[in-house]
């Protein structure tokens, strides 16, 4: 079962989120962005603090239907390969 990103990503929520995905980590090698559509680059932050977390395990997040903005935000701060965004 996927983590499921939810609507909107900003500073608002991004701390909360954070912390329920940690809750989670075992979905999070798999994360939804199907419902992502409000969100600036602290999506990158959040996103990149679960990867750091599940590579210390020894694991990796894959990111699924991903909106094309979140690409290029990726790839214009350089992580878009990190993330498997590439």
Known sequence: MPFLLPASVTQSNVLQLE????????????????????????VLTVLL??????QADG????????????IVLAGVYGVAELLGLS
């Open 19 to 42: 912390k329920d995905g940690l809750l989670n980590l075992a979905t999070l090698r798999n994360i939804d962005c199907i419902n992502l559509k409000d969100f600036d680059s602290t």
């Open 59 to 70: 694991q990796q997040i894959s990111v699924q239907n991903a909106p094309k903005k979140l």
């Open 49 to 54: 603090a679960w990867q750091k977390k599940l």
